[in-house]
């Protein structure tokens, strides 16, 4: 079976996380916190995948030169860029429920309302922004009325992994604990999670056992 491999470092790829496993309960993932941004955030976590041996792995940020981002180029093509600020469509205040970690509540789906009838028909929207694949079928049941379509780039990512009828499995891991992305993770998954702290060494990992 694959394991694949998401590295996250705030809420936004927390709930996006979630969004690939809820979507595909035959894959197995192995996910990994680490609150570090920037270069060394992909730099890091690219190396640390490497050493647990998964070659198919995502490092999710906002970032203009991350693994999203790249998704989000050959997205958008498709359609208009429903993001933040830079993006065709400005959604700033449901971006913010993304951030503030209130996206999954349910008033969240009034917002998504309200921006379907600012909308005329057709067309294709593209979630451009990293979290907004947590709730891609709402988006889509929203703007269904009015036949616009709704891409999401993490669609072509999983797609190259074809389906199957075993059941996946997921690893939790953080680089430091909080006990808080615990919490966040779990009410996402709508069940208990548990992180281990991520070490360089399979065997402190627990991945391994030493030959006797």
């Not at 294709?124 to 079928?137: E, M, P, Q």
């Not at 709508?190 to 627990?206: I, S, T």
Request: charged share 30%; hydrophobic share 40%; with cysteine.
């Amino acid at each position: 079976m694959e394991r694949l491999g998401i590295a996250i470092n705030d809420k936004a790829g927390m709930y996006t996380a979630a969004a690939l496993i809820r979507r595909r309960p035959d894959l197995s993932f192995t996910i990994l916190y680490d609150p570090a941004t920037g270069e060394d955030f992909y730099k890091k976590n690219k190396a640390r995948f490497c050493s647990m041996k998964i070659d198919a792995a995502l490092c999710l940020t906002q970032d203009a030169d991350g693994d999203f981002a790249e998704l989000l180029k050959k997205a958008s093509a498709k359609g208009r860029t429903m993001g933040y600020r830079n993006h065709d469509v400005n959604t700033e205040f449901l971006a913010h429920t993304v951030a503030d970690g209130f996206f999954h509540h349910s008033y969240v789906l009034n917002m998504i309302d309200s921006y379907e009838a600012r909308f005329e028909k057709g067309g294709t929207l593209v979630l451009a922004l990293l979290g907004y694949s947590y709730r891609r079928d709402d988006f889509s049941r929203a703007f269904k009325e009015k036949e616009i379509a709704v891409a999401d780039p993490l669609d072509r990512w999983l797609e190259t992994f074809p389906e199957t009828e075993e059941e996946g499995e997921c690893r939790f891991f953080w680089t430091v604990w909080d006990f808080s992305v615990e919490r966040f993770m779990g009410e996402l998954l709508g069940e208990a999670v548990r992180f281990r702290k991520y070490y360089p060494h399979p065997w402190l990992r627990g991945e391994v056992s030493k030959k006797r």
